[in-house]
């Protein structure tokens, strides 16, 4: 009676890797754990803001900034994004951008956000995100 040795990881890896090369780029669960870390880190600091004295305006900018920071990690590394095709990415950032410039549209006209130099932060920060992700989509397909 012969025993089935069931497959590991570390032996099924050199033919997944054979048959899809592109699965040797995905990092291993540490890095995984790392992201964990920073997403509960950022969390904690939004919570720690949101208790913290400070002026309206600053503080819908430092929540944003929070929230595109981890949208960010999670869509690049738990939704895997960092690793396909470059007009997946395009398409979030265009997603990104279009809530973002909404939600601070609608901040704006309902009187909650006063600040002009808060909408123009805003502005800036979205286009310095989609440059970043179009030069970095760049300069993969160059690695390649």
């Known amino acids: 009676m012969s025993v089935e ?9 050199p033919a997944a890797v054979a ?12 890095e995984y754990v790392k992201v964990a870390v920073v ?8 919570v720690g803001v949101y208790y913290l004295k400070l002026p309206h305006a600053l ?15 999670v869509v690049m590394w738990f939704m895997h994004l960092r690793f396909d095709s470059p007009i997946f990415r395009r398409m979030f950032v265009l997603g990104l ?9 609608v901040l704006t006209i309902f009187g ?6 808060l ?3 805003v502005g800036f920060g979205i286009l310095a995100a989609a440059v970043a992700l179009v030069v970095r989509s760049r300069s993969t ?4």
Not at 22 to 27: K, Q
Not at 141 to 144: P, Y
Request: charged share 20%.
């Open 19 to 30: 048959e899809e090369p592109e699965l040797a780029l995905h990092p291993g669960p540490r």
């Open 59 to 73: 503080l819908v900018a430092l929540l944003l900034f929070f929230a595109i920071m981890k949208f960010s990690l």
């Open 39 to 46: 997403l509960a880190i950022a969390t904690a600091f939004e």
């Open 112 to 117: 909650a956000l006063h600040a002009l130099f």
């Open 5 to 13: 040795v069931p497959e590991t990881p570390e032996r099924t890896r």
């Open 119 to 121: 909408v123009a932060l």
């Open 141 to 144: 397909r160059a690695r390649k």
């Open 97 to 105: 951008s279009v809530a973002i410039t909404v939600y601070v549209i």
